[in-house]
């Protein structure tokens, strides 16, 4: 098994930043890509943003590209999302995943792993 634990979340002013961080334990030589979803009230969870093994590749929802930058360490079992330009429709409990696969999927139930989530909410 695979636990992740997210970290960074809070309330930030509209145009502010925040840094998710993400830690992995357990069986970490498994996880190949990994990726950062969110979830407004009432709405469905989508995808965020995905990193594959190394770093080399990534994808973005086009709500968040230019905003968002996610990255990994491995060496610290640590991936994060790094949000800039932050807006209230940002506005969402932001879960990691990860999945033993090195394809980056936007599905939701292409994920094998993740996190309890954490809240960030952006408002003046």
């Known amino acids: 098994q695979v636990q992740l634990v997210e970290s960074g979340g809070g309330l930030v002013q509209p145009g502010g930043s925040l840094r998710l961080s993400c830690a992995a334990s357990g069986r970490i030589f498994s996880i190949a890509t990994m990726g950062w979803y969110r979830q407004a009230p009432g709405k469905e969870r989508e995808f965020v943003a995905g990193i594959s093994r190394y770093g080399v590749n990534t994808y973005y929802a086009d709500s968040v590209k230019g905003r968002f930058t996610i990255s990994r360490d491995n060496a610290k079992n640590t991936v994060y999302l790094q949000m800039n330009s932050l807006k209230p429709e940002d506005t969402a409990v932001y879960y990691c995943?990860?999945?033993?696969?090195?394809?980056?999927?936007?599905?939701?139930?292409?994920?094998?792993?993740w996190g309890q989530g954490t809240q960030v909410t952006v408002s003046s």
């Open positions: 995943a990860a999945r033993t696969l090195t394809r980056i999927a936007t599905m939701s139930a292409e994920y094998d792993y």
